[in-house]
């Protein structure tokens, strides 16, 4: 694209046509035809702004997938406990038959980790 050449009212030269510029309005035939009152110039946004815009899409995305994906673990652990009867219960096969379940003695146990805490290192 070429403009101007010296003349008083220059020509645009786009490819191989001509634009003839007393067709084209100026700028100040423009602003006089717009109203105070209409649609502005928008600014466009800096590159932080497209940035911090593009961080929070991607926060809320990885937000909704990680509530998606608790409400989903959430539903097989409680299909789980519903297909799982607990011990004792009238639907677990313990009391069909099994021995019934004993209290252990842990007293042994107690021996092999003292009350007292570790020792510290500085």
Same mark, same amino acid.
């Given at each position: 694209?070429?403009? #101007?050449? #010296?003349?008083?009212?220059?020509?645009?030269?786009?490819?191989?046509? +001509? !634009?003839?510029? %007393?067709?084209?309005?100026?700028?100040?035939? !423009?602003?006089?035809?717009? *109203?105070?009152?209409?649609?502005? !110039?928008?600014?466009?946004p800096?590159?932080?702004?497209?940035?911090?815009?593009?961080?929070d899409?991607?926060?809320a995305?990885?937000e909704?997938l990680e509530?998606?994906? %608790? &409400?989903? *673990? &959430?539903?097989? *652990? &409680?299909? &789980?406990?519903?297909?799982?009867?607990? @011990?004792?219960?009238?639907g677990?096969?313990?009391g %069909?038959?099994?021995a019934? +379940?004993?209290? +252990?003695?842990?007293?042994?146990v107690?021996?092999?980790?003292p009350n +007292?805490?570790?020792?510290?290192? @500085?």
């Open positions: 694209m070429r403009a #101007g050449k #010296g003349r008083k009212h220059g020509r645009y030269y786009l490819g191989d046509s +001509v !634009i003839d510029t %007393a067709s084209t309005p100026t700028l100040s035939q !423009i602003r006089a035809r717009t *109203v105070s009152g209409g649609p502005s !110039i928008r600014e466009r800096t590159a932080t702004q497209a940035l911090q815009a593009q961080l899409e991607e926060r995305r990885r909704q509530a998606t994906l %608790a &409400q989903q *673990v &959430q539903a097989q *652990v &409680q299909a &789980q406990l519903q297909a799982q009867p607990m @011990p004792g219960s009238a677990s096969k313990a %069909a038959g099994a019934p +379940v004993q209290d +252990v003695d842990l007293s042994a107690r021996n092999l980790f +007292v805490p570790p020792p510290f290192d @500085p």
